[in-house]
Structures are given as structure tokens and as C-alpha cells.
């Protein structure tokens, strides 16, 4: 079966602090992506990477960054975590194919105080 | 910027009811993706339509895409609680994918 893990469910974290959350697929996918969910917005795109090594800005990349060293894994990172970015955040990868489906991990909701 | 419009934004009716939601683009779409995400859970693909008037069934659920391309509908047929969730379209415009704002289905035993 497919999988996507995401590091941590629940994170609660201060303003300020640095903040990583982890992507590993199991599915030798080329794209990933991270969006994040709000009440009333839906899902937006963040980052995504086509390829090791690549990152693309996604709708609303201001205050993230991402890496991609490993096709298995992409990271989010929060350099320096503000409330306004408390949110669920949902990691996604797909195969090589950009119109294929999204394979979403469990999420992460991150609490910024 | 790209938008797609979901509506309506919360729907709850009785088991038993039909259910529709609908989604609009300000441009023309490349296919159009719909998920199903369960309370508590993460999106789950349901299907992907491709060509222009396109409709396609899976049991209760019938999946339009508009003559245009711009417009998809998704309707249940004698809901059921297992229905429950938020559904998603999400539009291709041959780069990535826009996401609309989601309806959250509520469904009444």
C-alpha cells in the first residue's frame, strides 16, 4: 500500500522557534508537496519539488522553506514560527505524471503560542 | 490570480437525501481532481475528469465536468452516514493543482 508519513501529528511550539516537519512516501515518487488547511480555505500549496534537489513556490510560500536532499523525503521549515501560521499542515506526493493523484499523509497540526 | 470556487460551504440533510456541490474556475482547466476527506482524516482521491462534458459514476456518486472546462459537480444520490467529510475538487491548469474551499457533508440518521 501507498504511504506517506508525516513526522509528528501534534506539535505545539513558541514564537520564534524553528520549526521542521518531516515528509517521508514509500512510493518512489518524483513530486511532493506541502499545503496547509484552514477552516473556510481549503488547501494551499505551499512548496512543491518535481524532482531531488528542486523546490518550486507554491501560493503562499512567505515564512517556509523546504529541502529536498532524499527523493523519499521533503521537508518544511518554519524559521521562525509566528501564530499565524498555527494550521494543519498535509503533506502530498504524486508520481512523475502532473496530472495524477495526490497520495496525502495524515497531517500535522502545528499550534504556534 | 487562479481561484476555484466550491459552494455550497456546509450542506446537512437527512439520510436518505441527494447531495451536490459544485465548483467553478476563473480559467480553463486542463482535468479536474475531486478527494473526500473524513473528519479527522487526511484527502482521499475519488476520481479525476478529463474531457469536456465528461460524467462518470462510481455506485451513488456522479462526477460531472462542464462543457467548458471551467465547472464540476459532484452528487450523491440517497446519502448515507458513511458519507460524511469534507469533498474537495481540486483544478489542473496543466502546472499544479488549485484546490477549491471544500463542503463539508453532515448527514442527519
Known amino acids: 500500500d501507498v504511504k506517506v508519513t508525516q513526522s509528528s501529528r501534534y506539535l505545539v511550539k513558541r514564537t520564534g522557534e524553528k520549526v521542521f516537519l518531516e515528509c517521508v512516501q514509500d512510493m518512489d515518487h518524483e513530486?511532493?508537496?506541502?499545503?496547509?488547511q484552514d477552516p473556510g480555505l481549503?488547501?494551499?500549496?505551499?512548496?512543491?519539488?518535481?524532482?531531488?534537489?528542486?523546490?518550486?513556490?507554491?501560493?503562499?510560500?512567505e515564512g517556509y522553506s523546504v529541502s529536498r536532499e532524499k527523493k523519499e523525503r521533503f521537508s518544511l521549515i518554519l524559521e521562525s514560527a509566528s501564530t499565524n501560521q498555527t494550521s494543519m499542515y498535509l503533506c502530498a506526493s504524486r508520481s512523475g505524471q502532473r496530472t495524477g493523484?495526490?497520495?496525502?499523509?495524515?497531517?500535522?497540526?502545528?499550534?504556534?503560542? | 490570480g487562479?481561484?476555484?470556487?466550491?459552494?455550497?460551504?456546509?450542506?446537512?440533510?437527512?439520510?436518505?437525501?441527494?447531495?451536490t456541490t459544485y465548483c467553478n474556475s476563473s480559467t480553463t482547466l486542463s482535468n479536474i481532481q475531486w478527494y473526500k476527506q473524513r473528519p479527522g482524516g487526511h484527502p482521499v482521491f475519488l476520481i479525476q475528469l478529463v474531457k469536456s462534458g465528461e460524467v462518470k459514476k462510481q455506485k451513488r456518486l456522479t462526477f460531472q465536468f462542464g462543457?467548458?472546462?471551467k465547472n464540476s459537480s459532484l452528487?450523491?444520490?440517497?446519502?448515507?452516514?458513511?458519507?460524511?467529510?469534507?469533498?474537495?475538487?481540486?483544478?489542473?491548469?496543466?502546472?499544479q493543482f488549485y484546490f477549491g474551499t471544500g463542503t463539508s457533508l453532515t448527514v442527519i440518521p
Request: with cysteine; charged share 20%; net charge negative.
Open chain 1, 42 to 61: 481549503g488547501l494551499r500549496l505551499i512548496y512543491f519539488s518535481y524532482d531531488v534537489k528542486m523546490k518550486e513556490k507554491g501560493d503562499i510560500p
Open chain 2, 75 to 95: 452528487h450523491i444520490t440517497a446519502t448515507q452516514t458513511t458519507d460524511v467529510g469534507t469533498y474537495f475538487c481540486a483544478g489542473n491548469t496543466g502546472n
Open chain 2, 2 to 19: 487562479q481561484q476555484v470556487m466550491q459552494i455550497p460551504q456546509y450542506q446537512h440533510v437527512q439520510e436518505g437525501e441527494d447531495f
Open chain 1, 101 to 113: 493523484e495526490l497520495f496525502f499523509g495524515e497531517g500535522s497540526r502545528l499550534t504556534v503560542l
Open chain 2, 67 to 69: 462543457e467548458a472546462k
Open chain 1, 31 to 36: 513530486n511532493m508537496f506541502w499545503y496547509r
